[in-house]
């Protein structure tokens, strides 16, 4: 048994919303052990080790239905038992994770594994020891091949733990990220420590354990430097006690006697109470107290001795928002127990562990205990009295054993102006105030009491859990501060997928938010833009060019190009969206990464509306984008199509819907978007330059993706048609997308079409061309595509030119070099292009300067280009021998009509029966009952039903869509679309067959 690949994903993916990890788990000969043939004996070695195995409801959806399954029948597969562990050993961690799914991959005994993780190291981690923990378990006879002999649970457990808590977010940290996303404040976490960024882009703000942004350099160096902080409050009158500070043992001795016994000695830079000794009353007692401080600072500090209990006094913004009393470690007697024994009580409290891991510290024996037990002439076996106390610590610290107890509510008026006083002399946003009192209720000025200590990046567990009173919200009152009400935090984000023309609907958002005066971030296939230049090149369309963008601080909108390989490796960079779009879902990249259907690739792309919370952008064309509208969540769905008679989105905008409709006007094709009930007339389709005077459908297409997108986003649409009017498809603002190059003497069209649909929507294009010569392509097909895509993509091309020149990309991909050139030839040929028409060229470079040397004036030349820059400079650096054409090809001088007239049926009313769901949204496709996500029923831990999981994976409560049981009837198409429109029901109608579910 053993992992064969491993995706992680961050982000919502296509199995769930939240983070998770895919093994492919080969089971090996253990396919033919389930858990029934192992025996009790694996089961009961599992629920040793995992006792809460046992809260796992599997698909019974009720506790013990997990251990239910090991044991009925055959049982279940160690690929399923490997799910539910991972889970478990999760939960030891004290990650609360309950998602899980295993099912069968294509090869016999492989399995894919998806559980629901927190954090990524941790989650692969304890996938590692539950592996090993499950070969622990087999029979002897299997265990000799596949355990480690030397493997001991216990021991890998505790490791793991402790590996878990390095891990994760410290008590303060995590109270911080826990208000911001209480308040929906998006963050990130930018290294392995407690650097945190909170909001997107120009919105942002950092923290680093309790140090924000605002904070200010001054205010901590001021806080740090102890002598020079106390002249400031002693200068303003702020209580505190006489303090001097030493470089030597003598000097610490000195000042000891000029200030008076009993003192305090402590490290003059300093935190968590180290090195800090209190009512020091002997010159040898401050010897040992300088000994102690001087480990932790050169310098130190020598204070008069303020009796009384330590309060910290937590300030934020100028309002003291907590105060807590602290208490040092201590043991209470009993008269019967040690205190070695009392110790190992206390710290038997499931509340204490080790470091900040919990609510409180254990209590550890070190020098300081046995200070305190020699001056009381006591050792560690002493039984101490009944009702005695004894302090185990000289510091109330709560990461040295102390407890805290919330006084907030009793806090002296006084008091709680003199803490809000100390916190502004000093200039710190977040600040914790030492003040020592034995009454926190009375006044200082009357009780006493004094400021021992000021505080930057001050503890919040101390206010959070307290051992006694009530826990405070200090991490919202710093939310509060950094992100006032009203004050934004998100940037707005749109999301791009599908399978052609992502690139080009991205560059044309972004070009009309940029006119609309945003500073864009954009992720493409080209790199990283911020405000149109180029920042990272290469393909930057996965989460990690996301975080780019979301972490510039300059960027006010996002628009980030989501491909299919960034989503099956990584899932989402955001765990929401403002807009979203799925343009289309086509035969591309089949076979790759365990995706070999089309409905296996729409549930991919499906991701993205999935996460939108404003619009989800659909083509109404595609029937699989079309069906996805049942499964966002967004606030609108916007349908987008070419087809003005089609029936579902004339229904949808009856009912209140928004649509995108090309539609046939006296001047040509009219961009008219539907909102509401209202109908809108944005701009003529010959007004965009991208489309070559509306010749361009595919960019047709993507222009209207980018007004839907950009309506979604509150863009005007006085701005969104200036946008759409000044983009254009040159090679510097949307390079390898349609770049037109006409300073030959015949014309070059540059393109970076790599499937059979983007081949066949640039053919459709050259068609219109009124060309005097010959058409010449150099064509090619990556070489991870299947061979019937690489045929398909020839067959887009047959018949459109006179001569094919068939080459390679630069990386083969594992292909042969010749292998897909000969693919296309032969499917040119197959298609019935003659094969004195067809040359095979390899090399892409040689197969361009050969397209170009035999183009003769009046030719035209269309480049599908792989290495678009190399390529671009090939062909505007080309020489040619021929003298300049009389007249050239022209993109405006067409054959067909200079308005033509748009088509388009209902393709939707077809014999079976489909069910119409409407809401406040409008109208749309319900999601069938078998469309579960992956594979159908899945096997969550503790309890959790398929139903929920399915949820959770969609993100759309059933009943938020009406929930009426379809039924058959006789209706017609149009009479369903009209009942439903008037009775403002779900309706079922024909419907087209529905993607299979795997």
Known sequence: MRILSTDVYGGPNRFALFPCVLHVVDLQELEQWPTAKLGESFIEGLIKALPTLADHGCSYGEAGGFLRRMREDEGTWLGHVFEHVVLEVQHLAGHDVSFGKTRSAKLPGQYNVVFEIQDKDVGLEASRLALRLILSLLPEELRSKYADKDFDFERERDWFIRYSQRRELGPSTGSLVKAAEMRGIPWLRLNDQSLVQLGHGKFQQRIQATITSETRHIAVELSCDKEMAHKIFEDLGLPVPKQMTASSERETLRAAERIGYPVVVKPFNGNHGRGVCINLRSAEEVSRGYEVASKVSKTVVVESYISGFDHRMLVVNGELVAAAKRVPGHVIGDNQHTIRELIEIVNSDPRRGIGHEKVLTKIQLDHQVDDLLAKKGYTLDTVLPEGEIFYLRSTANLSTGGTAIDVTDIVHPDNRAMAIRAARAIGLDVCGVDFLTDDISQSYQTGGGGICEINAAPGFRMHVAPA????????????????????????????????????????????????????????????????????????????????????????????????????????????????????????????????????????????????????????????????????????????????????????????????????????????????????????????????????????????????????????????????????????????????????????????????????????????????????????????????????????????????????????????????????????????????????????????????????????????????????????????????????????????????????????????EMVDIRQDERGVFIAAEEADGGWGGTGHGARGQDSCMQLRAKIGVDHRVHGGTVPFRCSFSFAEHLSHANAARIPCPVPRAPSPAVT
């Open 468 to 911: 006694e009173g009530k826990s405070r919200d200090v991490g919202g009152a710093v939310m509060d501060m950094l992100f006032p009400a009203g004050s934004p935090s998100r940037i707005p984000i749109a999301c791009i997928t599908g399978t052609n023309g992502k690139t080009t609907t991205s560059r044309m958002l972004a070009h009309i938010l940029k006119m609309a005066g945003h500073t864009v971030g954009l992720t493409s296939t080209d790199g990283v833009y911020i405000n149109g230049k180029l920042t990272v090149k290469g393909d930057m369309t996965g989460p990690i060019a996301a975080s780019m963008v979301l972490r510039d601080p300059t960027v006010d909108a996002a628009v980030l190009e989501t491909a299919r390989g960034g989503l099956l490796k990584r899932g989402m960079a955001v765990r929401d969206c403002d807009v979203a779009c799925v343009l289309n879902v086509q035969s591309d990249h089949l076979g790759l990464r365990g995706i070999d259907t089309l409905d296996e690739l729409a549930e991919v792309k499906r991701t993205v509306v999935e996460i939108a919370n404003d619009t989800a952008v659909l083509n109404a064309d595609d029937p699989r984008v079309l069906r996805m509208a049942a499964y966002t969540r967004a606030k609108h769905v916007c349908y987008v199509t070419m087809n003005p008679k089609h029936t579902l989105v004339q229904a949808h905008i009856r009912a209140g819907g928004r649509a995108v409709v090309l539609e046939q006007g006296m001047n040509g094709h009219m961009i008219a978007l539907y909102d509401k009930g209202s109908h809108l007339p944005l701009m003529w389709t010959h007004l965009i330059p991208a489309t070559i005077e509306g010749r361009a459908m595919h960019n047709v297409q993507n222009a209207m993706f980018a007004a839907a997108l950009a309506y979604g986003m509150k863009i005007s649409r006085e701005n969104i048609e200036h946008g759409l009017r000044t983009f254009t498809t040159s090679f510097f603002q949307a390079p390898g997308r349609l770049n037109v190059f006409d300073e030959h003497p015949f014309k070059v069209i540059m393109d970076y079409a790599h499937n059979a649909a983007g081949v066949h929507a640039m053919a459709s294009l050259t068609d219109q061309l009124n060309v005097l010569g010959k058409r010449i392509v150099v064509m090619a097909a990556p070489g991870d595509r299947r061979d019937e895509d690489v045929v398909e993509l020839a067959q887009a091309a047959a018949g459109h030119y006179d001569t094919y020149i068939c080459k390679r990309d630069d990386h083969t991909r594992g292909r042969r070099g010749n292998e897909v050139p000969e693919l296309l030839r032969q499917g040119l040929i197959d298609a019935g292009v003659h094969p004195d028409q067809v040359e095979i060229i390899e090399d892409e470079q040689e197969a361009i300067v050969s397209g170009l040397s035999r183009a003769r004036p009046g030719d035209l030349v269309v480049v599908f280009a792989d290495n678009i820059p190399r390529s671009w400079k090939q062909i505007i650096y080309f020489k040619p021998e021929v003298q300049a054409a009389s007249e050239k090809p022209s993109l405006t001088s067409l054959a067909a009509p200079a308005v033509s007239t748009l088509g388009g049926v209902d393709d939707y009313a077809e014999p």
